[in-house]
């Protein structure tokens, strides 16, 4: 078993989600790479200040814009947004493991 202080466990999680020390990920494969790290982020169309996968992202990765994750979606198809807890943007190579749930929407719906 491995025993942590709470200060280890906090200063682990702010690592492990890039928002400490320089910047791990970087440009538009930085994105990717931090999303599937992470293996989703929340997908929320309001913009106040910021959509929150833009805001996600922003706050992860050196030289993040709008484009990088309308790109991604959009244009280079390496990510999909899915019904996942809300809406959440998964890597399009995830997109196989939620079949089940697809397979289980469509049998309720009938």
């Known amino acids: 078993m491995i025993k942590l202080t709470n200060e280890q466990a906090r200063r682990f999680m702010l690592l492990r989600h890039g ?3 320089k910047y791990r990920y970087e440009g538009k494969s930085g994105a990717l790479e931090f999303i599937r790290s992470a293996g989703a982020i929340q997908f929320d169309p309001v913009d106040v200040c910021g ?3 833009e805001l996600t992202l922003q706050s992860r990765v050196k030289g993040f814009t709008k484009k990088t994750l309308s790109d991604l979606l ?3 198809r390496a990510l999909v947004d899915y019904p996942d807890k809300n809406i959440s ?3 399009t190579e995830d ?6 749930f697809r397979r289980a929407a469509r049998e309720c719906a009938k």
């Open 19 to 21: 928002l400490i020390g």
């Open 51 to 53: 959509k929150n996968a």
């Open 74 to 76: 959009y244009k280079d």
């Open 89 to 91: 943007i998964i890597p």
């Open 95 to 100: 997109w196989p493991y939620f079949e089940r």
